[in-house]
């Protein structure tokens, strides 16, 4: 993964909370139908960049058992990183890595994470197989999990590029537990020289509890996402986004 920190706390200062009705932060009561049980949103970004959704990839009451689990027996940390020449800055929210052994080391903003075990957390290897059987020849080895206490907690513009270590169109499958959040897409600017500058092309998701996003091909090298400052989110979401890491001997595959 290859946050930047520095530059989403610098994006931050514009991404201030905005309240809005439309996502909710349910307690732990399902409704009885599941209505969107099997619904998948196709969205072409063009350039090969894409997304798809799955509004409820798992069911409310199942999404609601990881949500405790997780919540419970991850051991979570908030690091701090030291940008040269910035002020210490403290990661805007929870974070745990699992990844299979004999990987390639993750490492951002100068940190390292501890890869833990999949071994330890047998509901992770569940849910990365329910995973493998909706998106079918994927074969994601680690999982960067983050949680969000509550709206005060974010993820800053980024793309999680990093080409040594997921290759040149990497897969990240998102699945998210808790409270409702705004995930946002946008195009990245060319590079220098701009004109003509491409504005303003943006792509929203409203990540249900117990839903599941994809991005591919091309997202990382063209797009950047965020999940904003929301003032109106009371309560913790949970997030698991699954990547493929290239083995430790592997320079390209
Ligand atoms: O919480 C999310 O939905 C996105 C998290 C993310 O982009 C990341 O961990 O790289
Ligand atoms: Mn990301």
Redo the contacts with the bound molecule.
């Keep these: 993964?290859a946050?930047d920190e520095g530059f989403a706390a610098d994006q931050m200062k514009k991404l201030m909370p905005i309240s809005s009705a439309e996502f909710a932060c349910p307690n732990n009561k399902c409704e009885e139908k599941e209505e969107e049980e099997g619904v998948r949103i196709m969205r072409d970004l063009g350039g090969g960049s894409s997304v798809v959704y799955l509004p409820q990839f798992l069911t409310c009451e199942k999404s609601w058992e990881y949500f405790r689990y997780l919540d419970e027996h991850i051991p979570w940390s908030r690091p701090t990183f030291h940008v040269l020449g910035k002020p210490a800055l403290l990661q805007p929210r929870d974070v745990c890595y699992i990844a299979s052994k004999g990987l390639k080391e993750l490492v951002y903003s100068e940190y390292t994470p501890y890869a833990h075990s999949w071994d330890d957390y047998p509901p992770l290897k569940e849910i990365l197989q329910e995973v493998h059987k909706a998106f079918p020849g994927s074969h994601f080895n680690s999982v960067?999990i983050?949680r969000?206490n509550s709206g005060n907690d974010y993820?800053g513009w980024?793309a999680?590029v990093h080409e040594k270590l997921y290759g040149p169109t990497p897969e990240?499958a998102?699945v998210?537990f808790g409270c409702e959040?705004d995930?946002f897409l946008k195009k990245k600017s060319p590079p220098p020289p701009p004109p003509p500058q491409v504005v303003g092309e943006k792509h929203h998701f409203n990540?249900k509890h117990g839903s599941l996003?994809l991005m591919r091909g091309n997202t990382q090298r063209d797009w950047l996402?965020?999940?904003p400052k929301r003032a109106n989110a009371e309560s913790a979401?949970i997030?698991l986004?699954f990547r493929r890491v290239m083995q430790m001997s592997s320079s390209s595959s």
């Design positions: 993964m946050f960067l983050n969000y993820v980024h999680d990240i998102s998210s959040r995930f990540l996003l996402h965020s999940v979401r997030n986004t």
